[in-house]
């Protein structure tokens, strides 16, 4: 079955660096879209960046700068390296895949447990 497992996630400061991966099973990596969308309680889950099959990306203009996606279809593994993490980047982190690279979740079929990110002050 599809399986999408997030790990890296923990509590570090501002201005700090973290590396996020997804684990990809059961589905054909190299052909789908694979995005990583961020969620705080009581808010709209948020796109942060997408790679589409041919490894080209978006990037929210929030983190634009600072957070890049990457992804390694030998692997099955799709990445997101976060510098210069501040307060407000404090989120669940999904990863997602789905047909088509875009920043909206109702593009994304599979997605993947999170994993929390915690920036202090």
């Known amino acids: 079955q599809v399986q999408l497992v997030e790990s890296g996630g923990e509590s570090v400061q501002g201005g700090g660096s973290l590396r996020l991966s997804c684990a990809a099973s059961g589905f054909t990596f190299s052909s789908y879209s694979m995005a990583w969308f961020r969620q705080v309680p009581g808010k709209e889950r948020q796109g942060v960046a997408s790679?589409?099959?041919?490894?080209?990306?978006i990037t929210a203009n929030s983190v634009k700068g600072r957070f890049s996606i990457s992804r390694d279809n030998a692997k099955n593994t799709l990445y997101l390296q976060m510098n210069n993490l501040k307060p407000e980047d404090t989120a669940m982190y999904y990863c997602?895949?789905?047909?088509?690279?875009?920043?909206?979740?109702?593009?994304?079929?599979?997605w993947g447990q999170g994993t929390q990110v915690t920036v202090s002050s």
């Open positions: 790679i589409d099959h041919r490894g080209v990306t």
């Open positions: 997602a895949a789905g047909s088509y690279a875009s920043m909206k979740s109702y593009e994304y079929v599979y």
